[in-house]
């Protein structure tokens, strides 16, 4: 018998955006189309932090890692890199999701970016989760509102379909 080739299904992250909620612990329950993608990612290890001191986010470690690189090689504005490396540094920390499908946020993150107590909004973006409050969250939305359709035009007539 000879071995059959495995077939691999590539993950995707989920589209859409989903609402979420910390625990008394600060664990994040994730959605299961969330809980598929990263149950199936090679690697169990994420890394859970904020950039901008503003928006949460989920790194499947991978990810991060790319980011780490970008970190050593960009030369344009070493402030920048700087104070982002600083940011993830200061407000992150490795996590794993548990068998429930959590992921736990530490408490200098949640403090920071006031995230107890309210619905979180869930979406994927550039490889990664973002989680917004509810006030950034509407902000956004106000935001993208406004000029939805010049921007839906200018990125048309850049090849958008």
Do not use: C
Not at 20 to 38: C, N
Not at 44 to 62: C, E, N, W
């Amino acid at each position: 018998m000879q071995n059959e080739p495995v077939q691999v299904i590539p993950v995707e992250l989920p589209r859409g955006m989903y609402p979420g909620r910390l625990d008394e612990k600060g664990r994040l329950k994730l959605p299961a189309q969330f809980q598929q993608f990263l149950a199936g990612l090679p690697e169990k290890k994420l890394f859970v932090t904020s950039l901008d001191r503003r928006i949460a986010q989920i790194y499947p470690i991978g990810v991060w890692r790319e980011n780490e690189k970008f970190f050593e090689s960009y030369r344009d504005n070493p402030q920048a890199v700087h104070d982002v490396a600083f940011n993830a540094n200061d407000l992150g920390a490795d996590v794993e999701m548990d068998a429930q499908g959590r992921v736990l946020f530490n408490s200098e993150l949640r403090r920071e970016l006031g995230l107890e107590d309210q619905t979180l909004h869930l979406f994927s973006y550039r490889g990664r989760v973002q989680i917004l409050t509810e006030g950034l969250y509407q902000e956004r939305r106000q935001r993208a509102s406004r000029a939805a359709s010049e921007n839906v035009d200018v990125l048309e007539r850049a090849g958008l379909k």
